[in-house]
């Protein structure tokens, strides 16, 4: 197997009408598997599974595989884009949707070449977990299924989505659902109810707050915490894609290493935040396509460094 | 001077009934000063400036003279204790005011001995604004003046709020009410707004999300950045006296360590989450009683661990 299909995406792209008190901007470039991919691809080249309407600009398909983003499963399907439509108020934390096109996406049945079955790597990105477990079970024994999801789900297809998270080995999910899906306001208790479904690390995303992370250690049945910061952000333009950009880098490290040893997952996380923290500072994947290594090195050890403090 | 006058508090003492999921307590001892000085004397000696009424239990002034807090600025006036009444609801983030008696609080006119105004390390408590910059203003040249507030003193006596951080060098408050207070939904902007009030250290207490302390250097205009975790607590049982417990751990520390150093108050600041999450484990100094410098060290311990990631 080649380097290209060692990880796998399936989610969403869009084009997406965004309003935030820096600016608007129509049509943009956006959707799940495309803030991933492209945040991935820092690390490690990605696979994508998504759906297209005849609108989507060809630009945008020659961009990604310029990127080294491979996008033999991304059909075009007759009809529109999956459209979104945002607007964030003054203090950004919200996001309040105007409105959602399905579109193509409606119909969407993800279909894997025999050779992404093969891949090692596999995020399911924010979509209906029916969906999710289709994708799932398509796949060749990977060694990581990982998957993020969100209230709506959570809220009206909560057996769907236990049944999914059979499958799953990592969940990335924001802080509040995950006392959703826990069922209680206790982080720690919540993941302890998450982890009987299934997955085996739970990366709770908590914004500017940072990151906590929870492993399950079978053996002791204690669970082990990791607690990341975000990086201190002065001008957030979009937060639109910090989730997926999150996973993104924290996945396309993982398959570069190709290890999901401790260590390394919490490497993972910190380059998450990392990248996430340029994303939300542009519309779009416009910061992304900025950056290299270089900048993401910055961050990290800045990161490092805001978070030292010495023995007693 | 003896080490005993090296830190001043000045706060309230408190009968409080407190009500949480996980049970209710009437009169037990609290208050901004005593949560305070019980948890700084983890780390240093503590003299107390507050009033309490007539009804308040000889036993609990022997306990904290048994802890080697000095309690000769601690008045007792005609009248009744002041008394809080609060409520936790099932998520124990918000606390619900019940009832607020000033009692002997209403008329409090600090004093001070020669001694208390020597001391190098001051920590006005969460009182009104006037009467914090009084006995800020007693005091010969106190090294560091920190204090805390909250959104009541913000809204309605802000004029004097800004008057009392003139003089301070250190400011502890929570994260809605930095924003309140440096007019700015983001943090960073926020405290740039504050720093040009006085402090040169903010201490933005997050809750479970942790801390983020922000240091202004006047030098190069730029913004240095920590970030600690707090300790993932299962067993939150009552949030009372979290705050004040921080500050009196990292005021504490500072003056037994007789340095402001970065470094130091970094360490301050790990030790401050420290102390508040055994705070909360329990009803009143409950938990702060049983407790030692080894369970403390080992939290410290813990805290490291969890925020621990690797260069890459």
């Known amino acids: 197997m080649t380097d290209k299909q060692k990880l796998l995406v399936v989610g969403s792209v869009a084009l997406d009408d965004i309003e935030t008190p820096f600016g608007r901007r129509e049509s943009s470039l956006g959707g799940s598997a495309v803030f991933f991919s492209w945040a991935s691809s820092l690390f490690s080249p990605s696979s994508m599974v998504g759906v297209v309407g005849e609108d989507f600009p060809e630009r945008y398909i020659r961009d990604l595989k310029e990127r080294g983003i491979d996008t033999k499963s991304l059909k075009t399907a007759p009809g529109k884009t999956f459209h979104w439509e945002g607007k964030y108020e003054y203090d950004l934390n919200i996001a309040h949707t105007l409105k959602t096109e399905l579109n193509v996406f409606e119909n969407f049945k993800p279909e894997l070449t025999e050779e992404q079955k093969e891949s090692k790597y596999l995020f399911l990105a924010n979509i209906d977990p029916e969906l999710q477990l289709e994708v799932a079970r398509k796949m060749n024994s990977p060694e990581i299924v990982a998957m993020d999801t969100m209230n709506f789900w959570i809220e009206n297809k909560r057996k769907e989505l ?151």
């Open 162 to 312: 236990i049944k999914t998270l059979e499958v799953v080995d990592y969940l990335m999910i924001n802080d509040a659902e995950a006392r959703q899906l826990g069922e209680s306001s206790n982080l720690i208790k919540a993941s302890n109810n998450i982890f009987k479904m299934g997955p085996e690390v739970i990366v709770v995303k908590q914004g500017e707050y940072g990151v906590t992370v929870f492993f399950a250690d079978g053996r002791s049945r204690k669970i082990e915490v990791f607690s990341a910061p975000s990086v201190p952000l002065e001008n957030v333009v979009d937060p639109t894609g910090a989730g997926d950009s999150f996973a993104g880098a924290f996945m396309g490290y993982i398959a570069a290493k190709g290890s999901t040893e401790n260590s390394v997952l919490r490497q993972a996380v910190i380059l998450g935040s990392v990248v996430a923290s340029y994303t939300v500072e542009g519309f779009s994947i416009d910061r992304l396509k900025d950056i290299g290594i270089k900048d993401v090195k910055d961050r990290f050890k800045y990161l490092k460094k805001i978070s030292h403090f010495e023995d007693i």
